[in-house]
């Protein structure tokens, strides 16, 4: 098992920065891909961003040029920096890590981002 804890959401003005990280602990041999994925209220969960275990990214058109995902393998931890931030990035914001040569994806408990004035 994957255990997976999210942390730096908060209250953010439009235009303003944020830092998730997401620390993984427990059978952390298992993971490949790690990412993050949001829902708003009253929309269906969408992915965000992901990562490889080599580093590869991949964004939603949306954040493309102001989010940023990282990994730290040494600290077992994954992050996203969100730049430029707008009223409908607010979300409940949860990382996720894929099991290597499996189906299996293994969940945080969600952070939330809230970007108002």
């Known amino acids: 098992q994957v255990q997976l804890v999210e942390s730096g959401g908060g209250l953010v003005q439009p235009g303003g920065s944020l830092r998730l990280s997401c620390a993984a602990s427990?059978?952390?041999?298992?993971?490949?891909?790690m990412g993050w994925y949001r829902q708003a209220p009253g929309k269906q969960r969408e992915l965000v961003a992901t990562i490889s275990s080599a580093s590869s990214t991949n964004y939603e058109n949306t954040v493309k040029d102001r989010f940023t995902i990282s990994r730290d393998n040494a600290k077992n931890t994954v992050y996203l920096q969100m730049n430029s931030l707008k009223p409908e990035d607010t979300a409940v914001y949860y990382c996720v890590a894929d099991q290597h040569f499996s189906s299996t994806r293994y969940w945080g408990q969600g952070t939330q981002v809230t970007v108002s004035s």
């Open positions: 427990g059978r952390i041999f298992l993971i490949s891909t």
